[in-house]
């Protein structure tokens, strides 16, 4: 979000217009995609390659989760692999940083100090993946010349031994024999807040699709969009009733002075 000050130097610049009371609107399923689940025609039409996303949208069908319908439209199985792609996603960057911790407990070594032995060695490197890194080094906007000098003068302990290298699947299984029941009680509790909602509710789902959450969060949007036309209905109303009482006011007075100067012959 942008200062007022900010707000009113930006938009001198760029031509910013304020809009006030902005809201996405979505429109209906039944409004974007066909029965056969595809898109409607009129909609097609609008894209710039109207056969690219037909491709796209024929490669992105799963049968067995939503039949006919693409993994692009929402609902229909879709989001809930969505959601429980994403929390399984989750869990495995927490998992990540428990083992990033326990390695740093156990040699001493903080996470940091691995970090940019890793950044030294790849823009010291001769490989494609160091050519492209130091690519990308040179695209900075910022200048990083004082900090790899800083690097350099330690660069030693990064190309000595293996105490500064960055963590792999070895160390992770040393450090699951070492500390396996910190790594029991971790996992476990996060896989019940993050992974085992989401598969109890997919396993609902299938089980009972006519009574899982998913038809309530179906019936919930199609309230919000009722709600949505509902208050546009209203402002439209409100529009009328304030342009009526400004004609009203006007036949007032037009009729005022029709009696005062009635009054006056």
Not at 125 to 133: A, E, P, Y
Not at 150 to 158: I, L, P, R
Not at 160 to 178: A, F, I, T
Request: proline share 3%.
């Amino acid at each position: 979000d942008l200062s007022q000050c900010w707000w009113d130097f930006c938009a001198s610049i760029f031509h910013f217009t304020a809009m006030e009371e902005f809201e996405f609107e979505m429109e209906e399923t039944s409004q974007v995609w066909t029965e056969t689940g595809d898109v409607h025609p009129e909609k097609l039409e609008k894209f710039s390659f109207p056969s690219c996303v037909r491709w796209i949208i024929r490669w992105t069908k799963i049968p067995r989760i939503a039949g006919d319908r693409s993994l692009l439209c929402r609902g229909y199985g879709y989001r809930m692999c969505e959601k429980l792609t994403a929390f399984i996603i989750l869990y495995l960057i927490y998992r990540r940083q428990m083992y990033l911790v326990l390695f740093a407990v156990d040699t001493k070594v903080l996470p940091v100090a691995r970090d940019l032995c890793t950044q030294w060695r790849l823009h010291a490197g001769k490989t494609l993946l160091s050519q492209i890194f130091v690519l990308a080094e040179r695209s900075l906007v910022v200048s990083i010349d004082h900090a790899l000098e800083e690097m350099g003068e330690v660069s030693d302990k990064c190309d000595g031994d293996e105490k500064y290298h960055p963590m792999r699947v070895d160390d992770e299984q040393e450090l699951w024999n070492e500390y396996w029941k910190s790594c029991i009680m971790f996992e476990m509790m996060f896989l019940c807040i993050l992974v085992v909602p989401q598969i109890s509710f997919v396993v609902m789902h299938s089980l009972f699709p006519e009574e899982t959450a998913e038809r309530l969060l179906d019936a919930d949007e199609e309230q919000e969009q009722e709600i949505v036309i509902l208050q546009r209905k209203q402002a439209e109303t409100e529009d009328k009733v304030k342009q009526q009482a400004e004609t009203l006011e006007k036949l007032t007075e037009e009729l005022k002075q029709l009696q005062q100067s009635a009054g006056v012959r």
